[in-house]
């Protein structure tokens, strides 16, 4: 089966500063998407990736806030920029292999801001 | 906008015995897709059972079940035979078969699973 690499697993962070997290998948995908968990929440999402243009964000995230770049069809980035303790969560990328399948997750990023 | 609904915030079940979790969802389509995600304390999403809306059959993935109603709008999903590795939370998830919505979930708000020995 194809793998999900999420890098970091975890980070640390100041406020104020950005963090950018990587997704790298083994085989090509269709779509690629990230998703925010808040602690103790369900997963929210935040925007879907798409391949050499710019992401579609959901209602509540802006692109200057959550940066997505996706220059392939395996791999995309999510930048958490300026960021606060409300920013503390675990960040997800997932794919999906093929239309009209599930789609995979990553492992998650959990970022944490002091 | 779809809404997915998990009433049951925890359960519990002693290793071997069979549970059920509940997930109920709202929708005006015809068309769409239904998924039963466990996360254990990995964090890592995993997928454990999908069910399409137009298949009247009941999905099964060895010890997992399904429970479709789909007049109700209802979706559980049955674990038999529990082990200690079922242990996790798990997600109901609905996704539109229309194209237009670009394969989005719409996740409940989750149901812990404690599996006692």
């Known amino acids: 089966s194809a793998v999900i690499s999420q890098k970091p697993s975890r980070d640390i962070c100041q406020r104020g500063t950005s963090l950018t997290i990587q997704c790298q998948v083994d085989?090509?995908?269709?779509?690629m998407f990230w998703y925010r968990q808040q602690p103790g929440q369900s997963l929210t999402l935040i925007a879907t990736?798409?391949?050499?243009?710019?992401?579609?964000?959901e209602s509540g995230f802006v692109i200057d806030k959550f940066p997505i770049s996706r220059p392939n069809l395996t791999f995309s980035t999510l930048t958490v920029s300026n960021m606060s303790p409300e920013d503390s969560s675990i960040y997800l990328c997932?794919?999906?292999?093929?239309?009209?399948?599930?789609?995979?997750f990553g492992d998650g990023t959990r970022l944490s801001i002091l | 906008a779809q809404t997915v609904t998990q009433s049951q915030p925890e359960m519990s079940v002693q290793e071997a015995e069979t549970v059920t979790l509940s997930c109920t969802y709202d929708?005006?389509?015809?068309?769409?897709?239904l998924f039963w995600y466990k996360q254990p304390p990995s964090r890592q999403m995993i997928l454990v059972i999908r069910?399409?809306?137009?298949?009247?059959q009941n999905a099964t993935e060895n010890r997992f079940s399904v429970n479709f109603q789909k007049a109700a709008k209802s979706f559980s999903l049955k674990i038999s035979d529990s082990q200690l590795g079922d242990a996790a939370m798990y997600f109901c998830?609905?996704?539109?078969?229309?194209?237009?919505?670009?394969?989005?979930?719409?996740f409940g708000e989750g149901t812990q699973l404690t599996v006692n020995p």
């Open positions: 997932s794919v999906v292999f093929r239309d009209n399948q599930p789609q995979h």
């Open positions: 085989s090509q995908v269709t779509m």
């Open positions: 990736a798409n391949q050499g243009s710019e992401a579609t964000y």
């Open positions: 929708t005006s389509e015809s068309d769409y897709y």
């Open positions: 069910q399409e809306a137009y298949k009247q």
């Open positions: 998830a609905y996704r539109s078969a229309w194209e237009t919505s670009g394969s989005r979930l719409t």
